[in-house]
Protein backbone atom coordinates (compact mmCIF):
# COMPACT_ATOMS: atom_id res chain seq x y z
CA UNK A 1 0.00 0.00 0.00
CA UNK A 2 2.85 2.19 0.50
CA UNK A 3 3.98 1.70 -2.67
CA UNK A 4 0.58 2.11 -4.35
CA UNK A 5 0.46 5.76 -2.26
CA UNK A 6 3.99 7.17 -3.86
CA UNK A 7 3.48 5.64 -6.87
CA UNK A 8 0.01 7.64 -8.28
CA UNK A 9 -0.75 7.84 -11.98
CA UNK A 10 -2.57 10.49 -13.59
CA UNK A 11 -5.11 12.55 -11.28
CA UNK A 12 -6.61 10.43 -8.38
CA UNK A 13 -8.93 12.82 -7.69
CA UNK A 14 -11.34 13.81 -10.98
CA UNK A 15 -11.71 17.33 -9.14
CA UNK A 16 -8.27 18.22 -9.45
CA UNK A 17 -7.96 17.88 -13.58
CA UNK A 18 -7.31 21.03 -15.22
CA UNK A 19 -9.88 21.18 -18.13
CA UNK A 20 -12.42 18.62 -18.00
CA UNK A 21 -13.47 16.79 -21.31
CA UNK A 22 -14.74 13.35 -21.84
CA UNK A 23 -11.17 12.67 -23.41
CA UNK A 24 -9.72 13.94 -20.85
CA UNK A 25 -11.77 12.21 -18.14
CA UNK A 26 -10.85 8.75 -20.41
CA UNK A 27 -7.54 8.85 -21.16
CA UNK A 28 -7.32 9.86 -16.60
CA UNK A 29 -9.08 6.70 -16.54
CA UNK A 30 -7.40 4.47 -18.80
CA UNK A 31 -3.72 5.48 -17.81
CA UNK A 32 -4.93 4.84 -13.97
CA UNK A 33 -6.97 1.66 -14.67
CA UNK A 34 -3.45 0.61 -16.95
CA UNK A 35 -1.18 0.89 -14.10
CA UNK A 36 -3.63 -1.30 -11.70
CA UNK A 37 -5.60 1.96 -10.32
CA UNK A 38 -8.86 0.58 -10.98
CA UNK A 39 -10.07 3.28 -8.32
CA UNK A 40 -10.29 7.13 -8.54
CA UNK A 41 -12.42 9.81 -6.86
CA UNK A 42 -14.40 12.60 -7.84
CA UNK A 43 -14.60 14.12 -4.84
CA UNK A 44 -17.15 12.05 -2.32
CA UNK A 45 -17.90 9.19 -4.65
CA UNK A 46 -15.58 6.86 -6.02
CA UNK A 47 -15.19 5.77 -9.92
CA UNK A 48 -14.70 1.82 -10.20
CA UNK A 49 -13.27 0.41 -12.93
CA UNK A 50 -14.01 -3.78 -13.05
CA UNK A 51 -10.23 -5.48 -13.98
CA UNK A 52 -12.98 -8.75 -14.18
CA UNK A 53 -9.88 -10.77 -11.95
CA UNK A 54 -8.76 -10.84 -8.46
CA UNK A 55 -6.53 -8.08 -6.91
CA UNK A 56 -4.50 -8.51 -4.07
CA UNK A 57 -5.75 -4.93 -2.48
CA UNK A 58 -9.06 -6.00 -0.19
CA UNK A 59 -6.68 -7.74 2.69
CA UNK A 60 -6.40 -7.06 6.04
CA UNK A 61 -3.24 -5.28 5.43
CA UNK A 62 -5.43 -2.86 3.17
CA UNK A 63 -7.98 -2.73 5.97
CA UNK A 64 -5.84 -1.47 8.42
CA UNK A 65 -4.44 0.93 6.22
CA UNK A 66 -7.98 2.81 6.04
CA UNK A 67 -9.59 2.20 9.28
CA UNK A 68 -9.90 5.19 10.56
CA UNK A 69 -8.41 7.25 8.31
CA UNK A 70 -10.17 10.80 6.64
CA UNK A 71 -11.23 10.01 3.39
CA UNK A 72 -8.46 11.88 1.29
CA UNK A 73 -5.41 10.97 3.34
CA UNK A 74 -4.76 7.50 1.77
CA UNK A 75 -5.55 6.12 -1.78
CA UNK A 76 -8.82 5.88 -3.67
CA UNK A 77 -10.57 2.56 -2.38
CA UNK A 78 -13.88 1.35 -1.28
CA UNK A 79 -12.72 1.03 1.60
CA UNK A 80 -12.13 4.64 1.65
CA UNK A 81 -16.23 5.27 1.03
CA UNK A 82 -17.06 2.31 3.57
CA UNK A 83 -14.91 3.95 6.27
CA UNK A 84 -16.23 7.37 5.59
CA UNK A 85 -19.89 6.50 5.92
CA UNK A 86 -18.99 4.40 9.19
CA UNK A 87 -17.34 7.25 10.54
CA UNK A 88 -20.18 9.81 9.98
CA UNK A 89 -22.86 7.37 11.27
CA UNK A 90 -20.76 7.04 14.64
CA UNK A 91 -19.65 10.53 14.94
CA UNK A 92 -23.06 12.55 14.23
CA UNK A 93 -25.19 9.39 15.25
CA UNK A 94 -26.90 9.94 11.83
CA UNK A 95 -28.33 6.98 9.19
CA UNK A 96 -25.69 6.36 6.41
CA UNK A 97 -26.17 5.49 2.95
CA UNK A 98 -23.91 4.20 0.34
CA UNK A 99 -25.01 3.65 -2.92
CA UNK A 100 -23.54 1.54 -5.85
CA UNK A 101 -24.80 2.27 -9.38
CA UNK A 102 -23.33 1.37 -13.37
CA UNK A 103 -23.80 -0.95 -15.81
CA UNK A 104 -24.55 -4.64 -15.95
CA UNK A 105 -21.20 -6.65 -14.82
CA UNK A 106 -19.33 -2.69 -14.07
CA UNK A 107 -18.94 -5.34 -10.37
CA UNK A 108 -21.80 -3.67 -7.87
CA UNK A 109 -22.30 -6.93 -6.45
CA UNK A 110 -19.01 -7.48 -5.58
CA UNK A 111 -18.49 -3.94 -4.32
CA UNK A 112 -21.34 -4.34 -1.65
CA UNK A 113 -19.87 -7.41 -0.63
CA UNK A 114 -16.19 -5.95 -0.14
CA UNK A 115 -18.18 -2.73 1.98
CA UNK A 116 -20.00 -5.26 4.72
CA UNK A 117 -16.48 -7.16 4.40
CA UNK A 118 -14.81 -4.30 5.32
CA UNK A 119 -17.41 -2.94 7.80
CA UNK A 120 -17.44 -6.45 10.09
CA UNK A 121 -13.86 -6.73 10.35
CA UNK A 122 -13.05 -2.79 11.31
CA UNK A 123 -16.36 -3.37 14.54
CA UNK A 124 -14.44 -4.69 17.83
CA UNK A 125 -13.47 -7.75 16.06
CA UNK A 126 -13.76 -10.80 18.35
CA UNK A 127 -15.40 -9.00 21.10
CA UNK A 128 -18.68 -9.81 21.26
CA UNK A 129 -20.03 -13.52 20.76
CA UNK A 130 -23.71 -11.59 19.55
CA UNK A 131 -21.69 -9.06 17.52
CA UNK A 132 -19.43 -11.76 15.52
CA UNK A 133 -22.73 -13.95 15.12
CA UNK A 134 -24.76 -11.01 13.75
CA UNK A 135 -21.40 -10.12 11.42
CA UNK A 136 -21.18 -13.64 9.94
CA UNK A 137 -24.66 -14.22 9.58
CA UNK A 138 -25.27 -10.86 7.07
CA UNK A 139 -22.14 -12.09 5.27
CA UNK A 140 -23.92 -15.41 4.78
CA UNK A 141 -27.11 -13.72 3.49
CA UNK A 142 -24.72 -12.39 0.20
CA UNK A 143 -24.16 -15.83 -1.22
CA UNK A 144 -27.62 -17.87 -0.57
CA UNK A 145 -29.19 -14.28 -2.31
CA UNK A 146 -26.96 -14.81 -5.31
CA UNK A 147 -27.57 -18.35 -5.82
CA UNK A 148 -31.37 -17.78 -5.85
CA UNK A 149 -31.32 -14.25 -7.66
CA UNK A 150 -28.04 -13.96 -9.63
CA UNK A 151 -27.22 -15.22 -13.00
CA UNK A 152 -24.47 -15.64 -15.71
CA UNK A 153 -25.57 -13.25 -18.32
CA UNK A 154 -23.21 -12.23 -21.67
CA UNK A 155 -21.67 -9.51 -19.40
CA UNK A 156 -20.95 -11.23 -16.03
CA UNK A 157 -20.96 -14.60 -14.83
CA UNK A 158 -22.39 -13.35 -11.54
CA UNK A 159 -25.24 -10.81 -12.53
CA UNK A 160 -27.36 -9.55 -10.03
CA UNK A 161 -30.84 -10.17 -11.70
CA UNK A 162 -32.60 -8.31 -8.65
CA UNK A 163 -32.30 -5.11 -6.59
CA UNK A 164 -30.99 -5.02 -2.90
CA UNK A 165 -30.87 -2.60 -0.37
CA UNK A 166 -29.49 -3.68 2.90
CA UNK A 167 -29.51 -1.89 6.09
CA UNK A 168 -26.64 -2.60 8.67
CA UNK A 169 -27.75 -1.84 12.09
CA UNK A 170 -25.29 -0.43 14.59
CA UNK A 171 -25.67 0.07 18.52
CA UNK A 172 -24.51 2.91 20.41
CA UNK A 173 -20.84 1.82 20.36
CA UNK A 174 -20.59 1.38 16.49
CA UNK A 175 -21.48 -2.25 16.89
CA UNK A 176 -23.13 -4.57 13.72
CA UNK A 177 -26.47 -5.73 16.05
CA UNK A 178 -28.90 -6.54 13.07
CA UNK A 179 -30.03 -5.81 9.66
CA UNK A 180 -32.99 -6.03 7.31
CA UNK A 181 -32.95 -6.91 3.42
CA UNK A 182 -35.35 -5.20 0.72
CA UNK A 183 -35.51 -7.16 -2.86
CA UNK A 184 -37.16 -5.39 -5.70
CA UNK A 185 -38.16 -6.47 -9.11
CA UNK A 186 -36.50 -9.89 -9.02
CA UNK A 187 -36.38 -10.70 -13.26
CA UNK A 188 -38.93 -14.02 -12.64
CA UNK A 189 -39.27 -13.92 -16.94
CA UNK A 190 -35.34 -15.62 -16.59
CA UNK A 191 -36.93 -18.75 -15.05
CA UNK A 192 -38.69 -19.87 -18.16
CA UNK A 193 -36.50 -17.95 -20.73
CA UNK A 194 -32.96 -16.70 -21.52
CA UNK A 195 -31.18 -14.53 -24.07
CA UNK A 196 -28.65 -16.75 -25.84
CA UNK A 197 -25.53 -17.06 -24.29
CA UNK A 198 -27.16 -16.71 -20.68
CA UNK A 199 -28.52 -19.12 -17.96
CA UNK A 200 -31.58 -19.51 -15.48
CA UNK A 201 -30.89 -18.11 -11.97
CA UNK A 202 -27.59 -20.35 -10.41
CA UNK A 203 -29.59 -22.42 -8.08
CA UNK A 204 -31.44 -24.79 -10.59
CA UNK A 205 -27.49 -25.87 -12.22
CA UNK A 206 -25.72 -25.93 -8.37
CA UNK A 207 -28.94 -28.54 -7.65
CA UNK A 208 -28.39 -30.43 -10.77
CA UNK A 209 -24.86 -30.94 -10.76
CA UNK A 210 -24.41 -30.35 -6.19
CA UNK A 211 -27.03 -32.46 -5.24
CA UNK A 212 -27.07 -36.60 -4.05
CA UNK A 213 -28.07 -38.88 -5.68
CA UNK A 214 -30.67 -39.56 -3.00
CA UNK A 215 -31.51 -36.16 -3.03
CA UNK A 216 -32.24 -36.13 -6.91
CA UNK A 217 -33.68 -39.30 -6.62
CA UNK A 218 -36.40 -38.08 -4.01
CA UNK A 219 -37.30 -34.81 -6.24
CA UNK A 220 -37.24 -37.39 -9.55
CA UNK A 221 -34.53 -35.44 -10.86
CA UNK A 222 -31.53 -36.28 -13.32
CA UNK A 223 -27.83 -34.68 -13.52
CA UNK A 224 -28.41 -34.04 -17.51
CA UNK A 225 -28.92 -30.00 -17.68
CA UNK A 226 -30.47 -30.78 -20.93
CA UNK A 227 -33.59 -32.77 -19.84
CA UNK A 228 -35.11 -29.58 -18.90
CA UNK A 229 -36.93 -27.22 -20.78
CA UNK A 230 -36.38 -24.45 -18.74
CA UNK A 231 -32.69 -24.19 -18.51
CA UNK A 232 -31.66 -26.34 -21.24
CA UNK A 233 -30.06 -23.35 -23.38
CA UNK A 234 -27.95 -22.58 -21.28
CA UNK A 235 -26.83 -25.94 -20.21
CA UNK A 236 -23.44 -26.37 -21.87
CA UNK A 237 -22.06 -22.99 -21.29
CA UNK A 238 -18.99 -22.43 -19.75
CA UNK A 239 -19.35 -20.35 -16.24
CA UNK A 240 -16.68 -19.42 -14.02
CA UNK A 241 -18.87 -20.54 -11.24
CA UNK A 242 -18.38 -24.44 -9.77
CA UNK A 243 -22.28 -25.45 -9.54
CA UNK A 244 -21.48 -28.27 -7.67
CA UNK A 245 -18.99 -26.67 -4.77
CA UNK A 246 -21.52 -23.92 -4.62
CA UNK A 247 -24.34 -25.84 -3.87
CA UNK A 248 -22.68 -27.31 -0.29
CA UNK A 249 -21.49 -23.85 0.61
CA UNK A 250 -25.36 -22.29 -0.07
CA UNK A 251 -26.75 -25.42 1.76
CA UNK A 252 -24.07 -24.54 4.67
CA UNK A 253 -25.19 -20.76 4.46
CA UNK A 254 -28.78 -21.26 4.79
CA UNK A 255 -27.86 -24.12 7.69
CA UNK A 256 -25.32 -21.35 9.70
CA UNK A 257 -28.26 -18.78 8.81
CA UNK A 258 -30.76 -20.68 10.84
CA UNK A 259 -32.87 -22.69 7.76
CA UNK A 260 -34.19 -25.85 9.49
CA UNK A 261 -33.51 -28.81 7.49
CA UNK A 262 -37.15 -29.08 6.52
CA UNK A 263 -37.06 -25.78 4.74
CA UNK A 264 -34.09 -26.53 3.16
CA UNK A 265 -35.73 -29.46 1.55
CA UNK A 266 -39.12 -27.51 0.40
CA UNK A 267 -36.50 -25.03 -1.33
CA UNK A 268 -34.80 -27.99 -3.37
CA UNK A 269 -38.71 -29.35 -3.89
CA UNK A 270 -39.77 -26.28 -5.35
CA UNK A 271 -36.72 -25.97 -7.48
CA UNK A 272 -37.13 -29.23 -9.22
CA UNK A 273 -41.09 -28.56 -9.43
CA UNK A 274 -40.68 -25.90 -11.76
CA UNK A 275 -37.62 -27.86 -13.45
CA UNK A 276 -40.73 -30.15 -13.95
CA UNK A 277 -43.40 -27.76 -14.98
CA UNK A 278 -41.30 -27.03 -17.80
CA UNK A 279 -41.30 -29.85 -19.32
CA UNK A 280 -45.28 -30.14 -19.22
CA UNK A 281 -46.57 -30.61 -22.74
CA UNK A 282 -50.22 -30.11 -24.10
CA UNK A 283 -51.76 -32.31 -26.62
CA UNK A 284 -55.10 -31.17 -28.49
CA UNK A 285 -57.73 -33.94 -28.59
CA UNK A 286 -60.45 -31.98 -30.88
CA UNK A 287 -60.31 -28.86 -29.22
CA UNK A 288 -60.05 -29.92 -25.63
CA UNK A 289 -56.46 -29.61 -24.86
CA UNK A 290 -54.84 -32.15 -22.77
CA UNK A 291 -51.69 -33.11 -20.40
CA UNK A 292 -49.35 -35.41 -22.23
CA UNK A 293 -47.21 -36.79 -19.16
CA UNK A 294 -49.26 -37.63 -16.06
CA UNK A 295 -46.95 -38.82 -14.53
CA UNK A 296 -45.11 -35.48 -14.24
CA UNK A 297 -48.72 -34.20 -12.87
CA UNK A 298 -48.01 -36.90 -10.34
CA UNK A 299 -44.99 -35.73 -9.62
CA UNK A 300 -45.65 -32.29 -9.08
CA UNK A 301 -48.46 -32.61 -6.82
CA UNK A 302 -46.15 -34.83 -4.65
CA UNK A 303 -43.56 -32.20 -4.56
CA UNK A 304 -46.22 -29.34 -4.07
CA UNK A 305 -47.84 -31.84 -1.24
CA UNK A 306 -51.24 -31.20 -2.97
CA UNK A 307 -53.45 -33.51 -5.05
CA UNK A 308 -53.05 -34.46 -8.44
CA UNK A 309 -56.13 -33.71 -9.89
CA UNK A 310 -56.00 -30.37 -8.44
CA UNK A 311 -52.82 -29.92 -10.07
CA UNK A 312 -54.58 -31.18 -13.36
CA UNK A 313 -57.40 -28.97 -12.82
CA UNK A 314 -55.22 -25.80 -11.75
CA UNK A 315 -53.12 -26.40 -15.44
CA UNK A 316 -56.23 -26.76 -17.74
CA UNK A 317 -58.70 -24.51 -16.43
CA UNK A 318 -59.06 -20.91 -14.79
CA UNK A 319 -61.87 -19.62 -12.79
CA UNK A 320 -64.39 -16.83 -13.98
CA UNK A 321 -67.05 -14.69 -11.61
CA UNK A 322 -69.62 -13.58 -14.02
CA UNK A 323 -71.70 -11.66 -11.27
CA UNK A 324 -72.86 -14.43 -8.67
CA UNK A 325 -71.67 -17.09 -10.64
CA UNK A 326 -68.29 -18.89 -10.71
CA UNK A 327 -67.64 -21.21 -13.20
CA UNK A 328 -64.56 -22.65 -14.48
CA UNK A 329 -63.31 -22.41 -18.12
CA UNK A 330 -60.81 -24.79 -19.91
CA UNK A 331 -57.83 -23.38 -21.13
CA UNK A 332 -56.65 -23.48 -25.17
CA UNK A 333 -53.50 -25.27 -25.59
CA UNK A 334 -51.68 -21.63 -25.69
CA UNK A 335 -53.61 -20.38 -22.62
CA UNK A 336 -52.56 -23.27 -21.28
CA UNK A 337 -48.86 -23.30 -22.19
CA UNK A 338 -49.09 -19.46 -20.76
CA UNK A 339 -50.47 -20.34 -17.35
CA UNK A 340 -47.45 -23.41 -16.79
CA UNK A 341 -45.25 -20.48 -17.82
CA UNK A 342 -47.09 -17.72 -15.22
CA UNK A 343 -47.14 -20.35 -12.53
CA UNK A 344 -43.13 -21.59 -12.42
CA UNK A 345 -42.44 -17.62 -12.60
CA UNK A 346 -44.88 -16.82 -9.56
CA UNK A 347 -43.97 -20.35 -7.81
CA UNK A 348 -39.78 -18.56 -8.00
CA UNK A 349 -40.82 -15.48 -7.24
CA UNK A 350 -42.62 -16.05 -4.20
CA UNK A 351 -39.70 -18.68 -3.00
CA UNK A 352 -37.36 -16.06 -3.73
CA UNK A 353 -38.83 -13.47 -1.06
CA UNK A 354 -39.55 -16.18 1.23
CA UNK A 355 -36.35 -16.72 1.30
CA UNK A 356 -35.27 -12.92 1.92
CA UNK A 357 -38.34 -12.59 4.16
CA UNK A 358 -36.46 -15.93 6.35
CA UNK A 359 -33.08 -14.16 6.04
CA UNK A 360 -34.66 -11.01 7.76
CA UNK A 361 -36.49 -12.56 10.35
CA UNK A 362 -32.99 -14.30 11.36
CA UNK A 363 -30.84 -10.95 10.71
CA UNK A 364 -33.60 -8.54 12.33
CA UNK A 365 -32.21 -6.41 15.36
CA UNK A 366 -33.59 -8.37 18.76
CA UNK A 367 -34.07 -6.94 22.56
CA UNK A 368 -32.19 -4.13 21.87
CA UNK A 369 -33.95 -1.24 24.05
CA UNK A 370 -33.54 2.41 23.27
CA UNK A 371 -34.07 4.00 26.41
CA UNK A 372 -31.18 1.59 27.63
CA UNK A 373 -29.14 1.59 25.09
CA UNK A 374 -29.63 4.98 23.16
CA UNK A 375 -31.07 5.47 19.56
CA UNK A 376 -29.45 2.36 16.96
CA UNK A 377 -27.52 3.96 13.12
CA UNK A 378 -28.32 2.77 10.05
CA UNK A 379 -25.28 2.11 7.18
CA UNK A 380 -27.64 1.57 3.37
CA UNK A 381 -25.88 -0.26 0.85
CA UNK A 382 -28.16 -0.52 -2.32
CA UNK A 383 -26.78 -2.61 -5.16
CA UNK A 384 -29.10 -2.38 -7.81
CA UNK A 385 -29.29 -3.94 -11.36
CA UNK A 386 -27.14 -3.00 -13.94
CA UNK A 387 -28.68 -0.91 -17.00
CA UNK A 388 -28.72 -3.29 -19.82
CA UNK A 389 -30.03 -3.54 -23.68
CA UNK A 390 -31.14 -6.84 -25.34
CA UNK A 391 -32.05 -8.00 -28.82
CA UNK A 392 -35.34 -8.19 -27.19
CA UNK A 393 -35.91 -6.16 -24.23
CA UNK A 394 -38.68 -7.33 -21.92
CA UNK A 395 -41.14 -4.84 -19.36
CA UNK A 396 -38.67 -5.66 -16.80
CA UNK A 397 -35.56 -4.77 -18.41
CA UNK A 398 -37.38 -1.59 -19.32
CA UNK A 399 -38.16 -1.30 -15.34
CA UNK A 400 -34.62 -1.90 -14.50
CA UNK A 401 -33.49 0.86 -17.18
CA UNK A 402 -35.72 3.32 -15.62
CA UNK A 403 -34.35 3.01 -12.49
CA UNK A 404 -30.77 3.30 -13.56
CA UNK A 405 -31.66 6.78 -15.29
CA UNK A 406 -33.04 7.54 -11.82
CA UNK A 407 -30.32 6.82 -9.90
CA UNK A 408 -28.34 8.56 -12.57
CA UNK A 409 -30.34 11.45 -12.03
CA UNK A 410 -29.50 11.11 -7.84
CA UNK A 411 -25.80 11.06 -8.71
CA UNK A 412 -25.73 14.46 -10.71
CA UNK A 413 -28.24 16.25 -8.25
CA UNK A 414 -25.39 15.30 -5.45
CA UNK A 415 -22.08 15.89 -7.39
CA UNK A 416 -23.31 19.15 -9.81
CA UNK A 417 -26.32 20.70 -8.07
CA UNK A 418 -25.55 20.70 -4.61
CA UNK A 419 -21.77 21.09 -4.92
CA UNK A 420 -23.07 24.74 -7.50
CA UNK A 421 -25.62 25.68 -4.93
CA UNK A 422 -23.15 25.47 -2.18
CA UNK A 423 -20.79 27.87 -3.99
CA UNK A 424 -22.99 30.38 -4.31
CA UNK A 425 -24.24 30.26 -0.66
CA UNK A 426 -20.88 30.59 -0.27
CA UNK A 427 -20.03 33.68 -3.02
CA UNK A 428 -17.30 31.63 -4.26
CA UNK A 429 -16.48 32.10 -8.19
CA UNK A 430 -16.80 29.45 -10.58
CA UNK A 431 -17.68 28.77 -13.92
CA UNK A 432 -21.51 27.44 -14.42
CA UNK A 433 -21.62 23.55 -15.17
CA UNK A 434 -24.04 23.09 -17.02
CA UNK A 435 -26.68 19.55 -16.76
CA UNK A 436 -29.89 17.37 -17.61
Sequence with gaps: ??????????KADFVLMDTVSMPEFMANLKLRFEKGRIYTFIGEVVVSVNPYKLLNIYGRDTIEQYKGRELYERPPHLFAIADAAYKAMKRRSKDTCIVISGESGAGKTEASKYIMQYIAAITNPGQRAEV????????????????????????NDNSSRFGKYMDINFDFKGDPIGGHINNYLLEKSRVIVQQPGERSFHSFYQLLQGGSEQILRSLHLR?????????????????SINDAVEFKVVADAMKVIGFKPEEIQTVYKILATILHLGNLKFVVDGDTPLIENDKVVSIIAELLSTKTDMVEKALLYRTVATGRDIIDK??????????RDAFAKAIYERLFCWIVTRINDIIEVKNYDTTIHGKNTVIGVLDIYGFEIFDNNSFEQFCINYCNEKLQQLFIQLVLKQEQEEYQREGIPWKHVGFL
Design 1 to 10: MAEQESLEFG
Design 330 to 339: QHTEQEASYG
Design 132 to 155: ERVKNMLLKSNCVLEAFGNAKTNR
Design 223 to 239: KSLSSYNYIHVGAQLKC
